[in-house]
């Protein structure tokens, strides 16, 4: 099976060693993926015409990077939000969004992380998050995060950030802001307002770090994580705060307060007993 709603990629100076790209051809899996004019020919090189999307500058230009300093890098925001509208203007109810550097999808079950080789996993989670009214961001865990050797007994976790691939649905009042952690901004403002996120560990995503690869945001975290921590911690102070861990500042959020977010099922909802493997089979 494929996604029901349309799955874009955002991409920058990765036209050779874009990953997430290689891997939906692989899977067969249909996306758009947009760029930079000036990097438009680059990519003609690695991708079909009819994929890509040539980024407006007005997205640029029009984009809220929070801070209003001299600084006129936007990292990407102008992107996303130029996603947004594009998969709003198609008629779509959702859509998927994805940084350009993720290596592979898993589904994790009885604590085997198997790779998958098909587009089912999106098409799972959308019809598990289309059976509420108030799931606004949904999206598949880091496989780094879920150890083999740990028990993980819930399928997926309430009320907290996703990452580098979202399900976003279209009509929520919102859009990305800020130059660094947009995506936990976004979540965070959805959160604030009574609405749900859910991240799934039933489905994983195995994502190369940014610092590891060149191109993609590079020119944002050569800095550091100092600046990034700070901005985030300026947007949100009631919960968010920089901290040193790990040999470096990171951002720490508490998500506590967001327990109280219950989802909310579609009126006459009637969900089938028994388990639905969607015709996937472990080889």
């Given at each position: 099976m494929n996604p029901s709603y349309p799955i874009y990629i955002i991409s920058k100076s990765r036209w050779e060693n874009g990953l997430t790209y290689k891997l939906l051809d692989k899977l067969d899996v249909p996306y758009r993926m947009v760029v930079e004019k000036e990097q438009y020919e680059n990519y003609l090189e690695y991708v079909d015409r009819d994929k890509l999307l040539i980024l407006p500058k007005k997205y640029s230009e029009e984009y809220d990077t929070f801070w209003k300093?001299?600084?006129?890098?936007?990292?990407?925001?102008?992107?996303?939000?130029?996603?947004?509208?594009?998969?709003?203007?198609?008629?779509?109810?959702?859509?998927?969004?994805?940084?350009?550097?993720?290596?592979?999808?898993?589904?994790?079950?009885?604590?085997?992380?198997?790779?998958?080789?098909?587009?089912?996993?999106?098409?799972?989670?959308?019809?598990?998050?289309?059976?509420?009214?108030?799931?606004?961001?949904?999206?598949?865990?880091?496989?780094?995060?879920?150890?083999?050797?740990?028990?993980?007994?819930?399928?997926?976790?309430?009320?907290t950030r996703i990452y580098s691939c979202l399900l976003i649905q279209n009509d929520i009042p919102y859009r990305w802001r800020g130059r660094y952690n947009e995506d936990t901004d976004l979540c965070l403002r959805v959160l604030k307002d009574g609405h749900c996120t859910i991240q799934f560990n039933a489905f994983l995503q195995g994502k190369v770090t940014t610092q590891r690869m060149k191109g993609g945001n590079m020119e944002i975290y050569k800095e550091g994580t100092l600046q990034k921590s700070k901005m985030l911690a300026e947007m949100h102070p009631d919960v968010a705060k920089v901290v040193w861990r790990f040999n470096r500042w990171h951002h720490l959020v508490d998500y506590s307060r967001f327990k109280r977010n219950q989802l909310v099922k579609l009126d006459g909802l009637d969900v089938p007993k028994g388990i639905n493997n969607y015709g996937m089979i472990l080889k």
């Open positions: 300093d001299e600084d006129r890098r936007k990292g990407s925001g102008p992107a996303r939000n130029f996603v947004w509208d594009h998969s709003t203007e198609s008629g779509a109810k959702r859509h998927w969004i994805m940084d350009d550097n993720i290596e592979g999808f898993h589904r994790l079950n009885r604590n085997i992380k198997a790779l998958v080789t098909s587009g089912t996993i999106f098409k799972i989670m959308e019809d598990f998050v289309d059976r509420y009214k108030n799931v606004y961001i949904a999206g598949p865990n880091y496989q780094n995060f879920i150890r083999r050797s740990e028990k993980v007994s819930y399928p997926f976790i309430l009320n």
